[in-house]
């Protein structure tokens, strides 16, 4: 999250953006492409079988970003938004390959080192655990969104709680308790 790109200065192009210049918009997917880039290959990392490459993902993502309503309010929010959009995009590309027909078997996604699962997740163990977070953030937000920026967004947990202004020990917790809830959920 923090390779290069000043949190004054993204803040300052998304304000400028929101204000009516467009030229600040180019400046900006210019100045936090190279971090989007990064959480995409992060997010890859945890998937060897996948089908989509880090720069693809990427692309995917921010093309969803910015068709969407550039309503961020800084820096911080702006890469919680790039961490919803990779989880989309690689959802939604699951969705397809489990959709096509003629594809034979799912390709295996693993996802062991973010959830303590005993074994490597196909794309509808994706969903799944999609679905979970979904269900999760429908009773702790906070705890959802850390598992979203650990494991789409590829924060470390100093940057997650930098990001979701707590303590890294909360972070420890929420993390702890979360991948707890999420495992009984895919397990129910």
Do not use: C
């Amino acid at each position: 999250m923090s390779k290069g790109v000043g949190d004054h200065d993204v803040t300052r192009l998304i304000e400028a953006w929101r204000g009516g210049d467009d030229g600040a918009r180019e400046q900006l997917i210019d100045r936090v492409y190279v971090n989007v880039r990064a959480i995409a290959a992060q997010s890859l990392r945890r998937m060897p079988n996948a089908t989509l490459s880090a720069t693809d993902l990427a692309h995917e993502a921010l093309i969803r970003m910015l068709g969407a309503s550039a309503d961020w309010e800084n820096r911080k929010h702006f890469f919680h938004v790039a961490a919803q959009a990779t989880r989309q995009v690689l959802v939604d590309a699951a969705r397809r390959r489990l959709s096509d027909k003629r594809g034979g078997g799912a390709e295996r996604i693993v996802l062991d080192d973010v959830l303590g699962l005993s074994s490597g997740d196909s794309d509808a163990e994706l969903l799944r655990i999609d679905d979970a977070l979904r269900d999760l953030a429908s009773a702790d937000v906070r705890r959802a969104r850390m598992i979203e920026l650990v494991y789409f967004g590829g924060l470390s947990r100093a940057e997650v709680a930098e990001t979701l202004s707590v303590s890294e020990g909360t972070v420890d917790r929420d993390l702890r308790l979360a991948r707890a809830w999420l495992k009984a959920a895919l397990e129910a």
